[in-house]
């Protein structure tokens, strides 16, 4: 959610007249409603991936036990397909401390169901994308969709937390940003 929110900060300021030298964006996927090519082929990888492993599994189960395997998984590819529509979740005030309780019906998180009501609308500027190991990589479509000035793909190692707390890959990361800050500086100077 991170990302998101320094992509906004980046719309408002640019809306407010100020320029924006340097967008980052620290290993965040985009959240929101995406064009449905853009969409198919930032999920055609993981879609793929993950209908082997169900099928390696589902084939490895006693028969008794296919149809409901099936069932489960066709609800989750429903909900991956609802994952995209323009229905945006209703947000109330935030779950209290004392009972942090599924509040927005239809998602374990009250912060994701916030994310997901965020819809994103294409930034005129350019954007320093850092992607981990993870895999985050399949956003590239979308970043690059979104970010209408340019998007630059940073990659470092290390999953989406050890980036930014792994004493091992912080110094990646730092030098990956030193290296975008001081593009962006250039970038500004001679503007």
């Given amino acids: 959610m991170g990302g998101l929110i320094a992509y906004e900060i980046a719309q408002q300021l640019v809306r407010s007249g100020r320029r924006v030298a340097m967008l980052g964006i620290l290993d965040s996927a985009p959240i929101g409603v995406v064009p449905w090519g ?5 999920m055609r990888r993981y879609l793929s991936d993950r209908w082997r492993f169900h099928f390696l599994r589902w084939w490895g189960l006693p028969l008794r036990e296919r149809f409901n395997y099936f069932r489960g998984r066709w609800k989750a590819l429903c909900y991956w397909l609802s994952v995209n529509s323009t229905k945006a979740p209703v947000i109330t005030a935030p779950p209290p401390k004392e009972n942090p309780a599924q509040s927005v019906p239809g998602f374990n ?9 965020y819809r994103m609308r294409p930034y005129q500027g350019s954007a320093d994308v850092f992607l981990c190991d993870a895999g985050n990589s399949k956003w590239r479509w979308y970043w690059k969709y979104m970010v209408r000035g340019g998007a630059a793909f940073h990659h470092v190692k290390g999953g989406h937390l050890e980036t930014n707390t792994s004493p091992e890959h912080v110094a ?11 593009r962006g500086e250039e970038k500004e100077r001679a503007t």
């Fill in 172 to 182: 990646g990361l730092a030098k990956a940003l030193a290296k975008a800050l001081k």
């Fill in 109 to 117: 998180d009250y912060y994701v169901a916030v994310a997901a009501a």
């Fill in 38 to 42: 853009l969409y198919a082929l930032s």
